[in-house]
T-cell receptor
Framework: EAQVTQNPRYLITVTGKKLTVTCSQNMNHEYMSWYRQDPGLGLRQIYYSMNVEVTDKGDVPEGYKVSRKEKRNFPLILESPSPNQTSLYFC????????????FGPGTRLTVL | GQQLNQSPQSMFIQEGEDVSMNCTSSSIFNTWLWYKQDPGEGPVLLIALYKAGELTSNGRLTAQFGITRKDSFLNISASIPSDVGIYFCAGHPKGSQGNLIFGKGTKLSVKP
């Protein structure tokens, strides 16, 4: 089954404790992206990757890091999480030629205390 | 950063009614997209628009890419209870391939 998977689905952590949210897709998509969703703000793009070893900042990249060493994986790294990073995070992927038609993962709900 | 203004924020309608929502921007967008998000899930693409003036349908859904490239609307005809959810417009700003901007969403409630 074609899908985007995220792990963990739920995470409660404390300020300053480094964490990684993994994202993996099995559709051989070139493009991958991370978003955060907050009430009343819609989805905001954090980082995106057009292909392996190519990453770019979205609209809200501060406090986040990403890497794209393999085509199927695009982990989101929070080196020193803060409470304002409490949010619902979505990973998405698509073929490079159809960046618009993104498939979204199920989401990761992160709480930073 | 660039923003999309989506309205209305919420709608509460009777089953069978038609629905209309729209999105505007102060700058030009190359692509307009409409997504639906069900509770607890990620957004799912409904319609993608690639050319100014384009009118596209997907079942009971119809969307248009504005002539000025700064707006788009989504219509849902004869709404049914499963139309409930949050609808988002999104788009790629001119000059950007990977950057995707989302509106804040329209929450649709349908009364049987």
């Amino acid at each position: 089954e074609a899908q985007v998977t995220q792990n963990p689905r739920y995470l409660i952590t404390v300020t300053g404790k480094k964490l990684t949210v993994t994202c993996s897709q099995n559709m051989n998509h070139e493009y991958m992206s991370w978003y955060r969703q907050d009430p009343g703000l819609g989805l905001r793009q954090i980082y995106y990757s057009m292909n392996v070893e190519v990453t770019d900042k979205g609209d809200v990249p501060e406090g986040y890091k990403v890497s794209r060493k393999e085509k199927r994986n695009f982990p989101l790294i929070l080196e020193s999480p803060s409470p304002n990073q409490t949010s619902l995070y979505f990973c998405a992927s698509s073929y490079a030629g159809t960046v618009n038609e993104q498939f979204f993962g199920p989401g990761t709900r992160l709480t930073v205390l | 950063g660039q923003q999309l203004n989506q309205s209305p924020q919420s709608m509460f309608i009777q089953e069978g009614e038609d629905v209309s929502m729209n999105c505007t921007s102060s700058s030009i967008f190359n692509t307009w997209l409409w997504y639906k998000q069900d509770p607890g899930e990620g957004p799912v693409l409904l319609i993608a628009l690639y050319k100014a003036g384009e009118l596209t349908s997907n079942g009971r859904l119809t969307a248009q890419f504005g002539i000025t490239r700064k707006d788009s609307f989504l219509n849902i005809s004869a709404s049914i209870p499963s139309d409930v959810g949050i609808y988002f417009c999104a788009g790629h700003p001119k000059g950007s391939q990977g950057n995707l901007i989302f509106g804040k969403g329209t929450k649709l409630s349908v009364k049987p």
